[in-house]
């Protein structure tokens, strides 16, 4: 459930008794990967590479960003970890309701809205959410354990989902 405010954060435990945890001591780390139709030096790919820095920009000033995966050339399309083939994204938020406004709230959306002329379907979980110490950077090892542990046992505290999100652990 959203909208409680940047210090609160309401979800139902196990026993789906209503509880609410401080979540200042947390921040929200989030991965997506994406199936590249095409190289992405491609030119079919130009649209969206050209669409990288106004919307990495709009990332970096949105409210409750934190930080996100890049290299010198203030992406991450270089990154390979996942394959050759494969884009990832890797970012970090004081919240799920800050992230959740930037994905589905902001021009980014619009770009997500043409993401089937870049990006072949993927029929397995490509995202997923989980919790981290404030002040803590992700690694990309962690991240992909995340999505594996999703992959294979669904949402859970230690990871999960936009549709299914959990609240800390204490």
Known sequence: MYGLGS???CCYDANSVPKRLAVSDYH????NIAQMKFAIDDPAMADFVGRLEEINALADSAPGFV???QTGAADATA???FGIDKLV???VWQNI???HDYVFRSAHNRVMALRKQWFERIDE???VLWWIAAGDIPALEQ???RLDHLRLHGPSAFAFTFRQPFAPER
């Open 7 to 9: 210090k609160q954060w």
């Open 28 to 31: 929200l780390a989030q991965l």
């Open 67 to 69: 930080w996100r995966l």
């Open 79 to 81: 990154i390979e970890y």
């Open 89 to 91: 994204n890797m970012s």
């Open 97 to 99: 309701d800050s992230l």
């Open 125 to 127: 979980a490509y995202s």
């Open 143 to 145: 991240a992909g354990a």
